[in-house]
T-cell receptor
Framework: EAQVTQNPRYLITVTGKKLTVTCSQNMNHEYMSWYRQDPGLGLRQIYY???????DKGDVPEGYKVSRKEKRNFPLILESPSPNQTSLYFC??????????FGPGTRLTVL | KQEVTQIPAALSVPEGENLVLNCSFTDSAIYNLQWFRQDPGKGLTSLLL?????REQTSGRLNASLDKSSGRSTLYIAASQPGDSATYLC??????????FGTGTRLTVIP
């Protein structure tokens, strides 16, 4: 089944403790991206990647890192999480300029 | 920067009614526009994708139109059902493959 998977689905952590949210797609898509969704602000793009080893900043990249060493994986790294990074995070993938497919989301709470 | 607006923010209709959701965007230089559905606490499901050269797309009871020059799209849902209750998001893609989302319309279909 074609899908985008994210892990973990739920995470509660404390300020400053490094964490990684994994994202994987099995559709051989070139384009992958991360979004955060906050009430009243909608979905905002954090980082995106056009292909392996090619990443770029979206609208709200501060406090996040990404890497794209393999085509199927695009992890999101929070080196030192803060409470304002509490949010619902989505990973998405697509063939360039075509329909985007979204993962199920990761709900992150930073205390 | 592209801004996407969806009006109304919330809508309640009785079962069986036809309804229209609106999406407007500020920069008409878009590559395509995509409508999504989001159920509470869940990911996004793609409903329809309209390329910038197209005027409309249809899938079952859903019809999406695009007027690029005026910066507007509508999602028409025919014969609404309680299962259509969800938040509907529109997103426009620019030439750099970035996706800009509206904040959504929360639809409730009353049995």
């Amino acid at each position: 089944e074609a899908q985008v998977t994210q892990n973990p689905r739920y995470l509660i952590t404390v300020t400053g403790k490094k964490l990684t949210v994994t994202c994987s797609q099995n559709m051989n898509h070139e384009y992958m991206s991360w979004y955060r969704q906050d009430p009243g602000l909608g979905l905002r793009q954090i980082y995106y990647s056009m292909n392996v080893e090619v990443t770029d900043k979206g609208d709200v990249p501060e406090g996040y890192k990404v890497s794209r060493k393999e085509k199927r994986n695009f992890p999101l790294i929070l080196e030192s999480p803060s409470p304002n990074q509490t949010s619902l995070y989505f990973c998405a993938s697509s063939q360039t300029s075509f329909e985007q497919f979204f993962g199920p989301g990761t709900r992150l709470t930073v205390l | 920067k592209q801004e996407v607006t969806q009006i109304p923010a919330a809508l309640s209709v009785p079962e069986g009614e036809n309804l229209v959701l609106n999406c407007s965007f500020t920069d008409s230089a878009i590559y395509n526009l995509q409508w999504f559905r989001q159920d509470p606490g869940k990911g996004l499901t793609s409903l329809l994708l309209i390329q910038s050269s197209q005027r409309e797309q249809t899938s079952g009871r859903l019809n999406a139109s695009l007027d690029k020059s005026s910066g507007r799209s509508t999602l028409y849902i025919a014969a609404s059902q309680p299962g259509d209750s969800a938040t509907y998001l529109c997103a426009v893609r620019d030439g750099a493959n970035n996706l800009f989302f509206g904040t959504g319309t929360r639809l409730t279909v009353i049995p």
